[in-house]
T-cell receptor, first 114, second 113 residues
Framework: AQTVTQSQPEMSVQEAETVTLSCTYD???????LFWYKQPPSRQMILVIR??????QNATENRFSVNFQKAAKSFSLKISDSQLGDAAMYFC???????????FGKGTLLTVNP | KAGVTQTPRYLIKTRGQQVTLSCSPI?????VSWYQQTPGQGLQFLFE???????NKGNFPGRFSGRQFSNSRSEMNVSTLELGDSALYLC????????????FGPGTRLLVL
């Protein structure tokens, strides 16, 4: 079984500053994948970034990067140069190598202040 | 490529009725998954289909069922609706394998009165 925990229900950041969202997970699988999804008020779930567990290098997508600590089972998301459009609910999710389903955390609501 | 589409976008039903939701995956994607999102339970996995076969099923009662057609389009059905079935139902598609990223549709908002 997999579990994903997001300990920060809400976070806020000033426009142009940096914010880090936390996520921890637990899995019995040796092969797995981790994701951050963003859900704005439109409720459309949008992929932000993806990390393969077998890769040691942290994934990066423009202003978004992750800090993947495999031993600690930690997968945090860093958003640099925050923009108003980044305001959304952010979900951390995991998927085991032998499982087709995504397991989601409860989400972190990010507010970006102008 | 067009994204995942879901119809209808909004639906209002009464208790005891049944409902069918539809999902068309991204072209070339053969795996379709369904999730239920509620404020209380968050995002929960319903089931996953690949090549018209259910490969994975979440912990939901038998009132929730689904199917997939040969063109990869999928439908989910909820019979004997209960108030607690009010939720956002999200469909996601991926190419096929477990290593693939799932891409989500805009969801169907179901309200049961």
């Amino acid at each position: 079984a997999q579990t994903v925990t997001q300990s920060q229900p809400e976070m806020s950041v000033q426009e142009a500053e940096t914010v880090t969202l936390s996520c921890t997970y637990d899995t019995s699988e040796s092969d797995y994948y981790l994701f951050w999804y963003k859900q704005p008020p439109s409720r459309q779930m949008i992929l932000v970034i993806r990390q393969e567990a077998y890769k040691q290098q942290n994934a990066t997508e423009n202003r978004f990067s992750v800090n993947f600590q495999k031993a600690a089972k930690s997968f945090s998301l860093k958003i640099s140069d925050s923009q108003l459009g980044d305001a959304a609910m952010y979900f951390c999710a995991s998927r085991g190598g032998s499982n087709y389903k995504l397991t989601f955390g409860k989400g972190t609501l990010l507010t970006v202040n102008p | 490529k067009a994204g995942v589409t879901q119809t209808p976008r909004y639906l209002i039903k009464t208790r005891g009725q049944q409902v069918t939701l539809s999902c068309s995956p991204i072209s070339g994607h053969r795996s379709v998954s369904w999730y239920q999102q509620t404020p209380g339970q968050g995002l929960q996995f319903l089931f996953e289909y690949f090549s018209e076969t259910q490969r994975n099923k979440g912990n939901f009662p038998g009132r929730f069922s689904g199917r997939q057609f040969s063109n990869s389009r999928s439908e989910m059905n909820v019979s004997t609706l209960e108030l607690g079935d009010s939720a956002l139902y999200l469909c996601a598609s991926s190419v096929a394998g477990t290593e693939e990223t799932q891409y989500f549709g805009p969801g169907t908002r179901l309200l049961v009165l």
